[in-house]
Structures are given as structure tokens and as C-alpha cells.
């Protein structure tokens, strides 16, 4: 069985390549079990890293009856020779060409025995999701492996909110200056998340330049693709140089799951590089592997072909007949008329290799990729976790990981460049003398807020906290103000928003209120003024009276209560009539009585004690109604004469029929070419309201929004400065701005509130005077009988006496008890009878 191998010799998976297809071909040979009587004879031509070389002999192969062809090796070459192959049907099986766009859709018969750079860029993309950063500078070869490589990695970084900022291409045949210069460009960006993504010929130029410019330091992060992995494999130990080129830079690696037959394939790889070390020891990589597991992946399929009674067979193509004749002679390439019977059994293949399952999905990629990530420390590497298309990022080998266990996306500790642990930021505001422009409101009203004087000359609320906030990150940030607006009117916070994402403004600072058009367009940063919607009003307080005690109640409540007080003391009269003295005597106690114990029970001052059962029962109920009306009175009058009384018509927003701007239109009101109230942001209206007492907030708060400043998305800016507000909030520094430039002494609220809850005589005059007139009439009756009684009952000589002593003697007839006064009086009557 004739099959060919396009590989090239010198190069870090060539080499390596080259000595597992050779050991691959001799275990293959020499199994009874597999090719029964057939031989697989493996021809292997080197491309020398030339191109056009590769195809050549890819063609010259197809002129010999090759029913297979291994390689080729890159994935420029492999574009090309995998249209003839699909032509000709001859399976062209790659175990390095890893362009995501190579697949079997175009290139039926291009068969990937590797892992696609799909999967590669997918964990990448979680890599750079994994430690928070936003932005990534790619930095590629320009050819089909760099390109497509690089545009799935744009794809996968897309799908979770990031991006590639800069597209660093590289010629293949780059010299050091066009990557000197290029790496300036590199450095003068702001991402410090480098991607880089070549071929294993020319990547370490790349880390030396870089080192020598001082971009392998703290704050960068560099994530080479597997490249950098095969070089550390192939040609390990490194010299010192090269490794210091590269300390603290992350890599990846296909994922091979430790096997027996692995362990022994190792262990042979020693006496299989023998014979090859003259240019140095050779490592065994990971497409050495996938190398060896290629030859046996053929040897099962050409195998499963004989057993299901197939034939190897050629054919010439009628189309190539009219060019015979000529160099080329392209008229002898045949055709394999068995090649779609082999490719069926290839894709059917389901074994286990060194590399672990060698299995192919639908779409003919090997099933379950996974990838190894490794930090470059010192004079090696260390593992610091695994990626696979079904475990994402895990410290957990994928076979080892299962569907029912809880995946934690973690990841060992990394050093940085820099020799640091401290995860770098990911970002710097590029050192290219440009500022950053801040679009500010020229606003026209409420310039507390954002006031604009000159040119350079801004002040207010808004700038004092970005400022402020500016001063707490860890990094200068250049910024110049520019004002947006006529200066005649407040100017649009949604289209300044919109400039943003034109590129117009790099930022705005000012009034802007986070709504949800706005979150389409921009990101914004933790708020730093709380702002709803809220209505203002005229109010006026409600002043109390001399009457206020009778306020709680309505008078058809006064009045019931009168009434129930008299039924249920006539009531009670009735059950204690028969039984009780206290409620028996003249008609005319009686009466009293009812009156005085039914008016006593609002105070539970009644004297008289109910003995029947039934009186009991009523007395019970009524004084719980008592009890509840007290506390309830209580409470009413306590509101009234202690809570400031505002009023308004207006309610709340339902209330409104008409809308305007502030203290004259509301001053006039509605009938008067005014307004009713007015609805606006909060802080606007405390604003507004710190200065004029005569309106006020009424009704609640209809909304909940809030004021922050606005970047472009995903800009990282936003995060650092979410953090710097949060800390001026705790530090009490964002209260101390807005209480320099938002409150106002105009409205004495504190000394208003003091007055207020301090009760007034006019509240109870009506109360005193009641009790008053109560007192002197009592007292007026008490004196007019007092002093009739000291007519009837005085001496009969004290009219022949002198005024000081008629009064000293009044004086002790009212200090005498009346008692003694009747008893003598009664005594000197009976003397004067007998």
C-alpha cells in the first residue's frame, strides 16, 4: 500500500514527525492483526519549508498509485493540494494543518488528525474572560493560518463581551526591523494582552524584540499559541537567552491523557532520536503524537476497507487527457476509484492512540478537544490547569472530569512577566501624548451641576466628583474638557451619549441619567447621584386653632359618641335601678347620676359599683369602645398639633393635566397661564427646592434611576472608575462635594421642624377657656350661696359693726365647716323659740 508524506525535516514538528510516521510504519508492519498480508509503505518527502515544493510532490505522489497522502504540514499548502486531492479522491490526512477554515464541507477529502484552531482560540477567549480583561492585541502571521486563526479568536472573544483592539500582521518572511517596528505600534496601544499566533520558525524573534523593548515586564500579559509549547518540547532545555525572552508567558498545548501506551512510546523515544541528535537532543512533542497516531488511523481504515471486500483500484481522468504531452506532465495523475470508500472508513475509525480517543464527529474533527495551559517559569513550565470543549477551564484533567461535577471555573496561581503574582490589569492609557476627550453639558439652568466658564475654565457637582474620582486611580489619565451645546439651551444627555459611539468623545461627564437607550450605546459607571422622577408642588401648611382638639373627629362622630355616652348610662340605670342605692333616690339624683356616670367612663373615673350581671356585661363592652376611642383620639391630635401639615391638590403623578418649568408657572397655577406641578429628576428638584420653601416634593418617588458617567462599551476605564466612586461614597468624600455645591441655608428646615413640634397655647385656648368658664361659674354659684348662708346664719349685731369687721367675720364663716355653721344656727333658733 503505497502512501506518501509531505513533511519538512527541519522544522520543531517536522523532525519530530518524521521519526513517529517511521515508528508508526514499523509497529503498523508488524502486527498479525492489522493489514493481513499488506504492507504499508510510507514515502516521505521533505518540503524543505518550501511551498511550492510541498504541492510538487503531493502531485508526483498521485501519479503513483498512493492511495493516502500524511500532511501536508502547513496549512497554506494545504488549501491548495486539498483541492487536487478532492479532485483525484486520494484522502489528504493533516495532523498540523490547523486552519479552522480547512473543513470537510469545502474539502471533502481533507481529513484533520489534529485539533482544529477553532478550539485552540475558544480557550484563549475564555483565558482572557477568565481574568476579567475586555481588550486583546493580536499579533499573526498574515497568511491563511494566521488570518483564519486570528479570525476565530475574534469570534470567540465576540461571544463573551471582548474583543481584538489591534491586529499586529506579520509577513511570513519578517525581519527584525518590520517586527521592531511593529512592536512599537504594539506598545504605544493601550491592551497589554498580547495573543501571539505564528509558526514555530519565527515566534521567539518576536519574544527577543520584545524583550529588548521592554514589553516582557510587569503589566503585560503574553498568550502564545501552541507554537510556543512544541518549541519548549522539541528543543528543551532552551539557552538562557530564550528563556528569558519569555518568563512569565502563558502557552497552550494539545492535551494527550496519560496512557500505558503513551508511557511506552516515550520511553522509546530516547533510542528512536539516536541516530539524530547531531543538531541536538530531540523532544517529543505533541504532533509526534498525533504523528503516529495518523499512520495507525490509516492502517484501521485500509484494514475495515479489505474486510468489507474492497479493492484498490486507479483510473485516469478524460479531462487531464487533452493537456497530455508537455513538463508537467499532469495527464498521469490518477485517480483512486476507492477513495470515497477510504475516506468513509477513515471517519469511521474509532480507536485509541498515544494521544488518547481517536474518534471523528459529524463535521470530521476529532471528538473531545482539550487543551493543556502552561506559565513559563525559571528554566521550564508549570501546568496551571486544562481547557476542553466541554469542562471550560478546570484544574481537573478533562477525562477525568465528569457531566454530574460541579465545574468551578478556577486556575492555579500564575507568575507574570515581571516576575509577579499580582494579576496584571490588562491596560494602560497609551503613552502617545493624546488626551482623552471628555464630552461635558453647556447647560444653561442648574449650572451647580456642570458649569462652563471660557474655555478651560469648568466647574460644578458632576466635575468636582470625576475629578475626585480621577485622583483615587492608580495611573495618570491626560483628559481635556469639551463642552457640548449652544449655550442657549440644556443640550441633549442622549445624543452626547451618542457622539460617544461615534467617535467623537472618548467619554461624558455631567447630568447624564443611566437609562435603558442609553445602556444600548454605552457602559456607564456605578452612579453617583441617586435620581427618579418626582413631582413638585405648592404647599402650604396647615395652621392649627383654638378649636384643634376637636379636629380628630368628625362632627357626626362627636356626635355619636355624645349619644352613646347618655344610652349607655340610661341603659346601665336601668339594669342598676332595682338593685343598686347608688342609682335610686330623688328624680332628680338620679338624672345626675345617669349624666355623671355615663361622662365619667371616658376618663374610667365612674364611682359607682354595678352589681347585676347584665350592667356588668354593657359596662365591659363600653369601656373597651372608651379605651379604643381614647387611644385613637390620642394619636390623632398628637399628629395633628406635633407633624408639619403641608397640603396640596396635587397627589402624584396621576394627578398632573399639565407640565412646565418652575416657580413662576407654578406661583400663577394652572389658572393663571401656569402649571400644577412639575415632574423632573430628584436632583433638580432638591436643587430647586433648596432655595424656595414654598413648593415641595409630594407624592413618592415614581422611578429609580441614577446619574454616572458614560465610556464607550467594554471600555475598562469603567470598572476603575465604579471602584473610585464606591470610595469617595465610603470615605465621605462624595458627600462632602454635594453638600458644597447642592445645599443651600435658605430653608431653615432644621429650626422650622424645631418650631413646629413645640405645642402652641392657641392649640388648647379653646380647652382653657372651657375649663375656665367652668371654674368661675362654679365658683360664682358657690360664693352667691355661700354668701345667702351667711345672711340666714350670721350674728344678728354684726350689722351695728364696723366694715373690717363684718369681713373678718365673713372670712370665718367661710373657713367654718357648714355643718357647725347649721348646728348653731340651729341651736340659736331653738333658743329663741323657748
Request: net charge neutral; with cysteine.
Amino acid at each position: 500500500m503505497n502512501i506518501g508524506a509531505v513533511i519538512s525535516f527541519k522544522t520543531n514538528i517536522g523532525k519530530v514527525a518524521k521519526l513517529a510516521i517511521e515508528a508508526a510504519v514499523k509497529d503498523v508492519n508488524a502486527d498479525p492483526t492489522t493489514l493481513v498480508g499488506t504492507k504499508l509503505k510510507v514515502t516521505m518527502q521533505d518540503s524543505n519549508r518550501s511551498g511550492i515544493l510541498a504541492i510538487a510532490q503531493a502531485l508526483k505522489f498521485m501519479e503513483s498509485e498512493t492511495v493516502a497522502i500524511i500532511g501536508p504540514q502547513d496549512s497554506v499548502t494545504a488549501h491548495v493540494i486539498s483541492r487536487v486531492s478532492d479532485e483525484l479522491h486520494v484522502p489528504l490526512l493533516s495532523f498540523s494543518a490547523s486552519d479552522p477554515t480547512l473543513s470537510s464541507l469545502q474539502f471533502p477529502y481533507f481529513v484533520r488528525t489534529g485539533h482544529s484552531d477553532l478550539y485552540q482560540m475558544a480557550a484563549i477567549a475564555e483565558i482572557v474572560y477568565y481574568y476579567g480583561w475586555r481588550e486583546v492585541i493580536a499579533i499573526y502571521g498574515d497568511d491563511e493560518h494566521g488570518r483564519n486563526g486570528i479570525a476565530a479568536l475574534g469570534d470567540k472573544l465576540a461571544a463573551k463581551r471582548c474583543k481584538i483592539t489591534f491586529k499586529a500582521r506579520l509577513s511570513t518572511t519578517a525581519a527584525k526591523d518590520e517586527i521592531t517596528d511593529l512592536l512599537v505600534k504594539v506598545a504605544l496601544s493601550e491592551s497589554r494582552i498580547l495573543v501571539v499566533h505564528t509558526s514555530t520558525s519565527w515566534g521567539m524573534e518576536v519574544f527577543h524584540i520584545a524583550h529588548d523593548l521592554g514589553m516582557v515586564g510587569s503589566g503585560y500579559v503574553w498568550i502564545a499559541t501552541d507554537w510556543l509549547s512544541t518549541v519548549l518540547d522539541t528543543n528543551s532545555p532552551l539557552s538562557e537567552d530564550e528563556l528569558e525572552d519569555i518568563q512569565g508567558v502563558l502557552s497552550l498545548r494539545m492535551h494527550t491523557p496519560d496512557s500505558v501506551l503513551r508511557s511506552r512510546f516515550v520511553s522509546r523515544w530516547k533510542n528512536l532520536t539516536s541516530v539524530e541528535k547531531s543538531n541536538g537532543p530531540i523532544g517529543l512533542n505533541t504532533y509526534g503524537l498525533y504523528a503516529y497516531d495518523t499512520v495507525w488511523l490509516l492502517a484501521h481504515a485500509i484494514d475495515s476497507l479489505f474486510r468489507q471486500g474492497g479493492n484498490i483500484s486507479f483510473s485516469k481522468d478524460s479531462r487531464l487527457e487533452e493537456i497530455r504531452g508537455g513538463e508537467l506532465h499532469l495527464d498521469a495523475l490518477n485517480i483512486f476509484d476507492e477513495g470515497n470508500l477510504l475516506l468513509h472508513s477513515i471517519l469511521q475509525v474509532n480507536m485509541t492512540g498515544l494521544s488518547g480517543l481517536i474518534k471523528f464527529n459529524s463535521d470530521g474533527d476529532l471528538m473531545n478537544p482539550a487543551y493543556e495551559l502552561i506559565n513559563v517559569i525559571g528554566t521550564g513550565y508549570r501546568k496551571i490547569g486544562y481547557w476542553s470543549n466541554h469542562s471550560g477551564i478546570s484544574v481537573v484533567p478533562p477525562e477525568v472530569f465528569s457531566n454530574k461535577q460541579t465545574n468551578q471555573s478556577r486556575l492555579y496561581s500564575v507568575i507574570w512577566p515581571g516576575q509577579t503574582s499580582h494579576k496584571p490589569r490588562g491596560w494602560v492609557f497609551p503613552n502617545n501624548g493624546r488626551h482623552l476627550k471628555i464630552g461635558i453639558p453647556r447647560r444653561v439652568s442648574f449650572r451647580q451641576f456642570v458649569s462652563v466658564k471660557g474655555t478651560d475654565a469648568v466647574t460644578g457637582f458632576c466635575i468636582d466628583v470625576f475629578t475626585a474620582a480621577l485622583n483615587l486611580l492608580p495611573y495618570a489619565l491626560p483628559y481635556k474638557f469639551l463642552p457640548f451645546g449652544d449655550g442657549h439651551n440644556n443640550p441633549s444627555a442622549t445624543e452626547l451619549v451618542r457622539l460617544i459611539t461615534a467617535g467623537v468623545y472618548d467619554a461624558a461627564v455631567g447630568d447624564i441619567t443611566i437609562i435603558t437607550n442609553r445602556t444600548r450605546m454605552v457602559d456607564f459607571t456605578q452612579p453617583y447621584v441617586e435620581s427618579g422622577l418626582v413631582v413638585v408642588a405648592p404647599v402650604w401648611k396647615s395652621n392649627t386653632n383654638e378649636w384643634a382638639f376637636l379636629r380628630p373627629f368628625s362632627p357626626l362622630m362627636w356626635g355619636v359618641i355624645v349619644v352613646f355616652f347618655l344610652a349607655v348610662g340610661a341603659i346601665v340605670w336601668t339594669l342598676e335601678h332595682r338593685q343598686n342605692d347608688d342609682f335610686r333616690g330623688p328624680p332628680k339624683r338620679q338624672v345626675i347620676t345617669i349624666f355623671w356616670f355615663s361622662f365619667s367612663t371616658m376618663f374610667f373615673a365612674h364611682r359607682e359599683n354595678i352589681v347585676s350581671s347584665f350592667g356588668r356585661l354593657v359596662i365591659i363592652v363600653w369601656l373597651f369602645v372608651v379605651f379604643i376611642i381614647n387611644s385613637s383620639y390620642i394619636a390623632s391630635l398628637t399628629s395633628i398639633l406635633t407633624v408639619q401639615q403641608l397640603s396640596s391638590p396635587i397627589k402624584g403623578i396621576n394627578s398632573l393635566k399639565s407640565t412646565a418649568e418652575f416657580a413662576k408657572a407654578l406661583k400663577d397655577g394652572p389658572h393663571k397661564g401656569g402649571v400644577a406641578a412639575v415632574v423632573d429628576e430628584r436632583a433638580y428638584i432638591e436643587l430647586f427646592l433648596s432655595t424656595r420653601c414654598e413648593f415641595s416634593i409630594v407624592g413618592k418617588e415614581f422611578t429609580k434611576n441614577g446619574w454616572g458617567f458614560a465610556f464607550p462599551r467594554d471600555s475598562p476605564l469603567v470598572e476603575d472608575m465604579s471602584t473610585a466612586i464606591l470610595q469617595l461614597s465610603e470615605n465621605g468624600d462624595l458627600q462632602r462635594i454635594h453638600d458644597k455645591w447642592l445645599l443651600r441655608s435658605a430653608c431653615t428646615l432644621q429650626g422650622a421642624k424645631l418650631e413646629v413640634d413645640r405645642l402652641q397655647l392657641k392649640s388648647f385656648w379653646g380647652l382653657f377657656v372651657l375649663c375656665g368658664l367652668a371654674c368661675l361659674a362654679a365658683l360664682f354659684i358657690y360664693l352667691i350661696q355661700t354668701v345667702r348662708q351667711f345672711s340666714r346664719h350670721c350674728p344678728e349685731d354684726i350689722e351695728s359693726s364696723t366694715r373690717s369687721t363684718r369681713i373678718q367675720t365673713f372670712l370665718s364663716f367661710v373657713d367654718e365647716k357648714e355643718e357647725e355653721v347649721k348646728g348653731r344656727s340651729k341651736r340659736r333658733h331653738i333658743e329663741r323659740t323657748s
